[in-house]
């Protein structure tokens, strides 16, 4: 495969993966402002807690194959065969890990006050994980498919909309909004699962060997994902822990709006890994690097000119504190992704696992360092985590960045 074609499968699956952001960062555009409007900061943050406990235990379920498998997929693409058994190996693996993750969610009410009358909520919400790692967006990134991707994160994402318009309308909905996290969740695995028939892949009993081989294989991910977990998807988990519910409200809301920037700007790094898995170029990657870095810094430059404006529009309160969160996350934007992009798409594919997994793991426990002594010897608030975040990232930066120099300077 020549330059040419890398660049023409890149920009068509980039473009695929821009779609499937773009109807990630409208739902919570849509829903954040309302769901604040109708069930109110303290709900909105123990929603908004709970959804970031979720999200940090669906990496323990997920365990790295999201990442581990793509390379063997994408070298493997017309063995529908060993990808089925591949997928039904690690749908295998996952179960224990269900277990302990749904576990650990439903202890929270117990240890923490602020949510000790919401057990219910919490089971609700700790079930999705099921129905959202079966949404499969790996396999189809592997196989260079993420238009199918497409059909599942749309459906979840508009079935999401739509039903808490129509159900939430009260603080007393709160429960509501737990099943309706989990319908919508469980309408787009449907989807995956069909889509998944529709390209020849089923579930086959897998051997043995391949199980223990891909268990093994991952730990190494495994590691890193908790640790980027912990400071790209903890930190309103911690605020919510430590802080309570309406720190952990505004802190999210800052969070979300970061991610919906990054949204933008992450289907090039997504769509790269397999490309580069299959076919290491330097100097293509350099390209990419170059201009992905540049287009990231102009649309910072011009969303801090937009932010004064737009964040008054969609809330109605606590509008310093989200405009001065959103300007520091933009800062840590213009740093996470050409970390990102040296990452696995980079010193992964030339064999440098290792560097990668090292890099947020220190950076993971960095973090929460970090947090916990912010806790004890300052004031956690919005400002003082994003912080932290901020420092962790460029950590995690010049790490790669250090490591990545010299292959960088090679054709």
Not at 24 to 39: E, F, H, M, R
Not at 153 to 180: H, W
Not at 237 to 251: Q, R, S
Not at 319 to 326: K, L, N, R, S
Request: hydrophobic share 50%; charged share 10%; net charge positive.
């Amino acid at each position: 495969m020549n330059i040419r074609k890398d660049i023409k499968l890149l920009i068509s699956q980039s473009f695929w993966i821009l779609i499937i952001q773009l109807f990630n960062i409208t739902a919570p555009i849509v829903t954040i402002p309302y769901l604040l409007n109708k069930l109110g900061d303290t709900n909105y943050g123990i929603y908004a807690f709970s959804l970031s406990a979720t999200q940090l235990c669906g990496v323990i379920v997920d365990y790295g194959f999201s990442v581990s498998t793509v390379k063997i997929i994408s070298r493997n693409s017309a063995n529908k065969k060993y990808i089925s058994e591949i997928i039904s190996a690690v749908n295998i693996l996952k179960i224990p890990l269900y277990i302990i993750s749904i576990s650990c969610i439903n202890i929270i009410p117990f240890i923490i006050s602020d949510y000790e009358t919401y057990h219910i909520f919490f089971l609700i919400m700790s079930l999705s994980m099921i129905p959202i790692s079966l949404h499969s967006i790996w396999i189809f990134q592997s196989l260079f498919k993420m238009n199918l991707s497409l059909l599942t994160v749309s459906t979840y994402r508009a079935a999401q909309i739509l039903l808490i318009i129509f159900l939430i309308e009260s603080k007393g909905d709160l429960l509501n909004l737990s099943f309706i996290f989990l319908m919508s969740t469980s309408c787009g695995a449907l989807i995956s699962l069909h889509n998944l028939r529709k390209i020849g892949l089923y579930f086959y009993t897998p051997r043995k060997k391949l199980v223990k081989f891909l268990a093994r294989n991952t730990w190494g991910y495994f590691a890193s994902r908790i640790s980027v977990a912990s400071y790209v998807n903890g930190g309103t988990f911690i605020l919510g822990a430590l802080a309570g519910p309406n720190v952990a409200a505004i802190y999210s809301i800052c969070e979300q709006l970061y991610k919906g920037c990054q949204a933008l700007i992450s289907p090039i790094s997504q769509a790269l890994y397999p490309i580069m898995s299959r076919r290491t170029d330097v100097k293509f990657f350099r390209r990419i690097l170059f201009f992905t870095t540049f287009l990231c810094a102009a649309c910072v430059l011009i969303g801090q000119q937009i932010t004064p404006t737009a964040i008054p529009i969609l809330f109605k309160a606590n509008q310093t504190e989200i405009i001065d969160g959103f300007n520091l996350f933009s800062v840590i934007l213009i740093i996470n992704i050409p970390s990102v992009l040296l990452g696995y798409p980079f010193l992964g594919t030339i064999g440098k696992q290792a560097v990668v997994n090292h890099s947020v793991i220190f950076g993971g426990m960095i973090q929460i360092l970090l947090l916990l002594s912010i806790y004890f010897l300052y004031s956690l608030d919005v400002k003082s985590a994003t912080i932290a975040v901020l420092t962790t990232e460029t950590f995690v930066f010049i790490y790669r960045a250090t490591a990545s120099f010299k292959y960088l300077k090679k054709s």
